[in-house]
């Protein structure tokens, strides 16, 4: 156990939404542990990475099943983290986890069977230490399950009380909406969609968001920083100690292209204007959109968090920085 004390004024340092038509609120900045958080990484500092995050009012830390590297290994080091220095704090956590990729061999491993998420999600309790979820996720469509069959498995784990909540993760929209329906008509509405949006990724745009606005549904966008390519990580080329130049990074050095960083740096010459980093800029200008829960960020530093959650004090954009940054984006 360790002597960790919150921050008594966290709760003032951070904006809470309503996420959709539910009774939960939401950070503007919520906490992914996808990259940093698993074997591979330094324990220390994914410690004080999740430290900062609850002082400063963060209460949603996001995992999933296959979250390392190792797959496991970061709700293992969450479980340990939270153990040695949450543990009295449960109450005020928003923790979620998911299942839907790769994650053991054989046909019951993978994609949205009632036999691959109910042996996940107990799997995910107990490398956490849990007895429950708040959120638990289908992370990706399956062609081949019938959506029933995956919807109904969402509603036995609430039933079940191993979740609270449930949410789906990178349905597009005509097949979230019949998600959604799904479990409405279950008695299990749907809490939230975790899509990945952010200037450079926008497909969301396309009726997505707008369904989950008609179905009270709440949306967190994920790597709203491109992965650190809307940051100033990349201005002038790729730095080694960046996701691009690590092996198990899962943006590569291809991504980092002379056009991109051309993008990046004009972008980031109206952030300056703005007074405030590109993270910032990036965060603020998902979360100018109401629909919009919460910001679902990565950070391989508590620097880098310092920086991000800077991007709630400036949310405002004027009409002319609005149609700039939309000619950049073109
Ligand atoms: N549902 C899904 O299918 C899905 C998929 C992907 C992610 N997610 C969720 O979304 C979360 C966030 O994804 P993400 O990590 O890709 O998010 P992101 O916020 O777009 O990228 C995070 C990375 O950007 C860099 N960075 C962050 N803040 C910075 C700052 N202020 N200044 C400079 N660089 C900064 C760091 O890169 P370096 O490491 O290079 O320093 C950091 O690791 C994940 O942890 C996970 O929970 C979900």
């Known amino acids: 156990m360790t002597t960790y004390q919150p921050a008594p004024d966290r709760y003032e340092r951070m904006e809470y939404r309503r996420c959709g038509k539910s009774g939960i609120q939401l950070p503007a900045i919520s906490l992914g542990l996808w990259h940093n958080f698993g074997h591979v990484d330094v324990l220390e500092n994914s410690r004080a990475i999740l430290r900062l995050a609850f002082d400063n009012g963060i209460t949603h830390f996001d995992l999933a099943n296959n979250y390392g590297p190792p797959p496991g290994s970061a709700e293992e080091n ?8 949450f ?26 069977s009632k036999k691959y998420l109910v042996a996940s999600l107990d799997q995910s309790l107990k490398r956490m230490g849990l007895d429950y979820v708040d959120i638990f996720y289908h992370h990706r469509p399956d062609p081949n399950t019938p959506l029933e069959e995956t919807m109904r498995t969402l509603d036995l784990m609430v039933r079940q009380g191993k979740a609270l909540y449930v949410g789906i993760s990178n349905y597009p929209a005509d097949e979230a909406r019949k998600a959604i329906t799904l479990l409405r008509e279950m008695g299990t509405p749907c809490l939230i969609h975790q899509p990945k949006y952010s200037m450079f990724v926008r497909w969301v745009e396309e009726g997505l968001l707008q369904v989950l606005e008609q179905e009270g549904v709440g949306c967190i966008p994920f790597s709203p920083l491109a ?19 690590k092996a198990h990074g899962f943006l590569k050095e291809e991504d980092v292209t002379p056009q991109r960083v051309d993008q990046i740096q004009r972008l980031n010459a109206i952030a300056v204007e703005r007074g405030q980093s590109l993270a910032q800029m990036s965060l603020a200008w998902l979360l100018k959109d109401q629909r919009v829960t919460s910001v679902l960020i990565g950070a391989s530093s508590p620097a880098q968090l310092a920086d991000s959650l800077q991007s709630i004090k400036s949310k405002a954009f004027t009409p002319d920085e609005l149609a700039r940054i939309e000619q950049i984006l073109q």
Request: aromatic share 14%; no cysteine.
């Open 227 to 245: 992965q650190g390519l809307l940051t100033n990580k990349y201005l002038k080329g790729i730095p080694a100690d960046s996701r691009a130049a």
């Open 78 to 85: 969450f479980g340990k983290i939270l153990k040695e220095d």
């Open 87 to 112: 543990a009295g704090y449960r109450d005020e956590l928003i923790i979620s986890s998911k299942a839907g990729y790769t994650m053991w061999a054989g046909p019951y491993g993978d994609w949205g």
